[in-house]
């Protein structure tokens, strides 16, 4: 069975950074893309970041690029969400998915079957 379990989450002043890590278990990652999607009060859950296992196909959205990067340890099974210069606006609760489409762009909630528990990240302005 699947698992992915987040941390990193955390509360921090506005322009600080965070790092957030999804472990992963149960699975033959190396056909999945892992893609990291928040969630703030009373908003949809919106995508952030992906990337394929193999460490390619990275594709960030608009209001992340440039501040956030994404990374993946095949070795640990774990993939990370670097996250700088973070603004009141990226204040939400952060969740780890996997999805099974080779697609080029997976920034739908439907093309990722696995899901995290999420974890929290709070920016104080």
């Known amino acids: 069975q699947v698992q992915l379990v987040e941390s990193g989450g955390g509360l921090v002043q506005a322009g600080a950074s965070l790092r957030l890590s999804c472990v992963a278990s149960?699975?033959?990652?190396?056909?999945?893309?892992m893609g990291w999607f928040r969630q703030a009060p009373g908003k949809e859950r919106e995508f952030v970041a992906h990337?394929?296992?193999?460490?390619?196909?990275?594709y960030y959205a608009d209001s992340v690029q440039g501040r956030f990067t994404i990374s993946s340890d095949n070795a640990k099974n774990t993939v990370y969400l670097q996250m700088n210069s973070l603004k009141p606006e990226d204040m939400a609760v952060y969740y780890c998915?996997?999805?099974?489409?080779?697609?080029?762009?997976?920034?739908?909630?439907?093309?990722?079957?696995?899901w995290g528990q999420g974890t929290q990240v709070t920016v104080s302005s």
């Open positions: 998915a996997a999805g099974s489409s080779w697609a080029p762009v997976l920034i739908h909630k439907y093309q990722y079957h696995y």
């Open positions: 990337i394929r296992w193999t460490g390619d196909n990275t």
């Open positions: 149960g699975g033959t990652f190396s056909m999945y893309t």
